[in-house]
């Protein structure tokens, strides 16, 4: 309903913000960090927005980047993730650090996230993780791009073993051995098979 709000800010709490924008004061709420970073009181602020409802809560909530925004979106298509999860993941990783993590399975760097545990880490990288892939937005970083074709490749390699017989865990064993950045699918699967083949 209002991708940004664009005006003077009335008002700075803890959570929130006030943009006057055409004589209306519009709450928005906000993470603390991108709170400090807006500019003074007084000052015209634009701010991408998204209109969350609930059957008890309507509210807007405001980012300083379109980035922030679409992985705000992204979190909130997770099961038992809410809006106020959504920015305290927001507040504590940037979208191109949690868009890495999550495209390269990295529970590790996710739990360290605070209200984030094992359970929660494993549901966000299997809800998003295709999802991040095919978001062209959040693909801009170099390092995402590579891990996305490092896992595809992975994943490729993985069903053409299992289609020669060999079960997930043999593949997953052999595979860990191996280095396989800079490698085609073809020569995972050659160096896979000299491993399996012992």
Known sequence: MYAYINGKIADKANNYVVIDAGGVGYKIYMSPTNIEKLKDVGEVQ???TYYYVREDNISLYGFLSNEELRMFELLL????IGAKSAVQILDSITPSAFAL???SNDISKMVKIPGIGNKTAARIILELKDKLKTEQAMIKDEKIEHAINKDNSHNEAVIAL???GYTTKEINKALESIDIQGLSVEE???????ILGK
């Not at 298509?77 to 038992?80: D, K, L, R």
């Not at 995972?188 to 000299?194: G, H, M, P």
């Open 101 to 103: 993590a999550v495209i």
């Open 46 to 48: 634009k701010v991408h």
């Open 77 to 80: 298509s997770v099961s038992g």
């Open 188 to 194: 995972i699967i050659r160096k896979a098979l000299a």
């Open 162 to 164: 299992q289609v020669l």
